[in-house]
């Protein structure tokens, strides 16, 4: 039996080395995100690990309001890489209300929740 937290740990081990991988099925050439042991695409089950380019742009995108002594606003958005998957996230380096669709984004591993996580910052800052 296939452990199905596999490809989801291959991920977070990256992270955890300040790298960012994207599963990429062998068969059709597609890249999918979250990461999972079968292809969603064509049911390839043969599935390698690249390095992601970091480029994206903001697909969407909102502010997420909070009180100040809660830590104030945040954006959160859905980011599509270049290599065409989408990651919910957020951009980062920016006021919330200044992060618009289709902006220049890169990637970075920053921290969420106490764990590594893929966050964005604007790509020309
Ligand atoms: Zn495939």
Redesign the pocket.
Known sequence: MTDAAGPDKVFRNALANQEILLPR?D??G?YHFFPRVV?P????TAISWQRASGRGRVHTTTTVRRKPERGGDYNLCMVELEEGVRMMSRVENIAPDDVVIDMEVKAFVGEAEGEPAVLFRPAEE
């Open positions: 099925c068969d059709c597609a292809c695409w064509c049911h390839g």
